[in-house]
Structure formats: C-alpha cells, structure tokens
C-alpha cells in the first residue's frame, strides 16, 4: 500500500528566504508523486508532478521538487518565498498498477513573515 | 481551469437528515472522485468512480454512497447524517488514473448540527 509521510504541519519562513517542505513515501511499485497547493477557500491545485524521466521536476510558481530514490523523498522547494506563497502544502503519491488512486499526505502549512 | 463545479457550496443540515452533493464536469473524464478534508487528516477518499455506474469504495466510505449515471455527473450521498461527517467536500475529475494529475472542484463545506 502506498503512503506520504509530510514532516511538519506548519512551516514558518520570511520573505525572501529558502522555501523547504519535506516530503516522503512509501510505494511498493515505482511511485507517481505530485505536489498540491490549497489557498484559503479554494480547491487544490497542482504545482508540479514527477512521473519518469528526469528526477528535478520544476513547477509553477518557481517550485521544484527532485525525487530521489534511495532516499524515498519528494521535497518541495523555492529558493525565494513571496508572501502570496502563503498556503497550505499537499503531496501525494500514485501508482502505475491497475485502478492505483492518489494517497494524499496531511498537509504542511506554508506561513511567510515579512 | 478545468470546468469543474460543486453543488450546494454551504450546507448546513441536522443529524440523520439525508444530504447529496453533487459534483458536474464538463471535461468528459473518465474518472471522477469524492474526498473529505479535515485538519490534520490532509484529503482522504470516500468514494469514486471509473466510469458510468462504476464505482468503488476509498478509505473512508463508511456512511457514504455514490451514485453516477451519466459521465458529467457525480453524486455523493449521506445516507443519514452525523456530526462526524462535518467537513469539506471536494470533487476531483482526472483523464487516467496513475500518472495523470486530478483536478479539484471549489468544495462544499457541510456542517451537521
């Protein structure tokens, strides 16, 4: 069975500075992930996904996320937060093996000071 | 944005009333989902479907039933509601399963008194 593992709820950063939001999983097949953004309100939102291919993934935003393998990671980062960064974080994680749906990890709230 | 809307988008019911929500798309997806959030549980599914009458369960389909008859269409019904099932409801549509990304509806967000 697949899992996500999101280390942190919350997340405080200043504007301006690094962006890290750990993510981790667990999948017995080679995994899909995806990371998710929820603005106050709103539906989720896809930032970026990682599939095949290339392990550094870039998103929308200035979000990218590299899937490393060994270390069963997924994290999310910005080299620079805005505070319209301010928002909640999903990752999740899929699988290419018959009716495979998206497991969802809790979430990490992205809060930006100025 | 993937055109994906979500009926009625406040609730407020009693306990042991019947409530359906009702998820339409007119994407033509294959796939189609119903998932609840609540804080500090991140999104979990209750139920979807993998076309016209096909449906299965998710990890939290307890309580609840779906229902859909035609491609546009996704029903999601508590068959008599509980405080327990005060959330937000989200539907998400997708083209495949796997590697292809779900697309969100706005939610509802339904409180049981």
């Known amino acids: 069975a697949q899992s996500v593992t999101q280390l942190g709820s919350h997340v405080s950063v200043s504007e301006g500075a690094l962006v890290l939001l750990r993510c981790n999983y667990s999948?017995?097949?080679?995994?899909?992930l995806f990371w998710y953004v929820q603005y106050p309100n709103q539906g989720l939102q896809l930032l970026l996904k990682y599939t095949t291919g290339a392990t550094l993934v870039k998103g929308i935003n200035g979000f990218e996320a590299e899937f490393k393998k060994s270390e069963t990671s997924f994290h999310l980062t910005k080299p620079s937060a805005h505070m319209s960064d301010a928002a909640e974080y999903f990752c999740?994680?899929?699988?290419?093996?018959?009716?495979?749906?998206?497991?969802f990890g809790k979430g990490t709230m992205l809060l930006v000071s100025p | 944005d993937a055109g994906i809307t979500q009926s009625p988008r406040h609730k407020v019911t009693e306990t042991g009333t019947p409530v359906t929500l009702r998820c339409h798309q007119t994407?033509?997806?294959?796939?189609m989902y119903w998932y609840r959030q609540d804080p500090g549980h991140g999104l979990r599914l209750i139920h979807y479907s993998y076309g016209v009458k096909d449906t299965d369960k998710g990890e939290v389909s307890d309580g609840y039933s779906v229902s859909r008859s035609k491609t546009e269409d996704f029903l999601l019904t508590l068959e008599s509601a509980t405080s327990s099932q005060t959330s937000v409801y989200f539907c998400?549509?997708?083209?495949?399963?796997?590697?292809?990304?779900?697309?969100f509806g706005p939610g509802t967000r339904l409180t049981v008194l």
């Open positions: 999948s017995s097949v080679p995994p899909y």
């Open positions: 999740a994680v899929s699988e290419d093996s018959g009716y495979s749906t998206l497991t």
């Open positions: 998400a549509i997708s083209a495949r399963q796997g590697a292809n990304e779900q697309f």
């Open positions: 994407e033509n997806h294959r796939y």
